[in-house]
């Protein structure tokens, strides 16, 4: 079993930064692939941004250029850093990892991003 633990969440305003962080509590050298997920209210649950085990990265286009998915498997950490933040960014993020070998993925708890003036 593996546990996701999201932070870095808060209330920010239009233009704004945050980064969330996701610590795993098993090593992620063995990680088939991590991701961003998000859920606005009323809305389903999206795929934002993905790593690879190789580190390729790839993006929804309404985030693009704007977010940026990182790790560090040192720390075996997974980081969200989001510029340019727009109310429409409002929503809950979840960290979604698979591991090598796992039948199913492992989600965080969710970390509330809300951005308003």
């Known amino acids: 079993q593996v546990q996701l633990v999201e932070s870095g969440g808060g209330l920010v305003q239009p233009g704004g930064s945050l980064r969330l962080s996701c610590a795993a509590s098993?090593?992620?050298?063995?990680?088939?692939?991590m991701a961003w997920y998000r859920q606005a209210p009323g809305k389903q649950r999206e795929l934002i941004a993905a790593i690879t085990s190789s580190g390729s990265t790839n993006y929804v286009d309404s985030v693009k250029d704007r977010f940026t998915i990182s790790r560090d498997k040192a720390k075996n950490t997974l980081y969200l850093q989001m510029n340019s933040l727009k109310p429409e960014d409002t929503a809950v993020y979840y960290c979604?990892?698979?591991?090598?070998?796992?039948?199913?993925?492992?989600w965080g708890q969710g970390t509330q991003v809300t951005v308003s003036a």
């Open positions: 098993r090593s992620i050298f063995s990680i088939q692939g």
């Open positions: 979604y990892a698979l591991y090598y070998g796992d039948r199913a993925p492992y």
